[in-house]
């Protein structure tokens, strides 16, 4: 079997490939990386898997990669995922995002007189629901889609656009919705790995004993990557295409809190939290908390690693980073 992940040199692609390589060695692994991106993330993956020199937004570029690998199966996760990078840079967004995954499915598209005909994996966003009333609590599949940022609308875009090929033209797509996900490797701009860094380099006195924070309000659900990817290959073994799944622990909590518990793990005592309105959105979603019964269903899937072994892992990794 040939599995093509795009975005493997981030941080879920990465851990994807851990997954497979674990999961089977004989599987043939291949994927996408641009020449700037930061691979740090995936140096580790190197003479284990078939790295391919790709812009997503270039659809000749795509086209050719797709064409020369043939994947069986194809997990898409190449995306500009950062929230905030999202108000700054709407219109780049939406080109990497909406673009870039039609640049994919139109490869496939091309491909299919010759019977090609592989399972593609599109990775949403549980930011594509946005802000829910209490009655939709927790969130299933059903709920409205209210997105609240131009990375959401993107997501949700995306999200369509999989179910129009796979209702137009019968490409086997599998939709999933992830929501937050964390762990080692994480980039440093999400809001638990970046408490990590910031109490790592507190605990080397690298700078004062205080946090910066935003919005310390938010309830979120957040999931180990680890057990996120592979929740991402068995939706590619045994989930229907055409359809959506959500992807969740299920459980909320609050970012005051979370914090509160990576402050417990840390040697330094004292730290305190210190408000940056640079961190605070022009809109951020309150709860999201997410319901993923139809997912489990079906697949027997469950989250394996609890939250405190994420934090902790996630700590670890910045303490050897700094």
């Not at 093509?4 to 490939?17: Q, R």
């Not at 080692?184 to 999400?190: A, D, H, M, N, T």
């Not at 860094?197 to 946090?211: D, L, Y």
């Amino acid at each position: 079997m040939r599995v093509l992940i795009t975005g493997i040199t981030g941080f879920a692609g990465s851990h994807l490939a851990d997954f497979i390589l674990a999961h089977d060695p004989d599987i043939e692994i291949h994927g996408t990386r641009r020449w700037r991106s930061k691979e740090d993330a995936a140096d580790h993956l190197s003479g284990k898997v078939s790295f391919h020199e790709c812009d997503i937004t270039d659809a000749h570029n795509m086209y050719r990669v797709i064409e020369n690998v043939k994947p069986d199966r194809i997990f898409h996760l190449a995306a500009q995922s950062y929230i905030p990078a999202s108000w700054d840079s709407p219109a780049e967004t939406f080109h990497t995002n909406v673009v870039g995954q039609c640049n994919l499915l139109e490869a496939v598209k091309r491909l299919r007189p010759s019977g090609y005909d592989p399972i593609v994996h599109v990775a949403g966003s549980s930011e594509e629901y946005g802000r829910v009333s209490k009655e939709h609590l927790p969130i299933t599949e059903t709920a409205p889609l209210n997105p609240l940022s131009p990375y959401a609308v993107s997501k949700v875009a995306q999200d369509y656009m999989a179910y129009q090929y796979f209702e137009s033209f019968r490409i086997r797509t599998i939709r999933t919705r992830a929501f937050n996900h964390e762990g080692p490797r994480r980039g440093e701009v999400f809001v638990i790995s970046n408490f990590c860094k910031q109490i790592a380099e507190i605990e080397r006195e690298q700078r004062p004993p205080a946090v910066s924070v935003g919005n310390l309000d938010a309830i979120r659900d957040f999931s180990d990557v680890r057990d996120v990817v592979r929740a991402y290959w068995i939706a590619a073994e045994r989930c229907e295409p055409g359809e959506v799944y959500n992807i969740s622990y299920g459980k909320g909590h609050k970012i005051a809190d979370v914090l509160s518990m990576l402050l417990a793990l840390s040697s330094h005592r004292g730290i305190t939290a210190q408000t940056d309105p640079q961190r605070l959105r022009p809109s951020d979603v309150p709860v999201l908390v997410g319901d993923s019964t139809k997912f489990r269903r079906l697949t027997g899937w469950e989250p394996r690693i609890p939250f405190e072994q994420t934090l902790q892992d996630s700590l670890s990794y910045w303490r050897s980073r700094v």
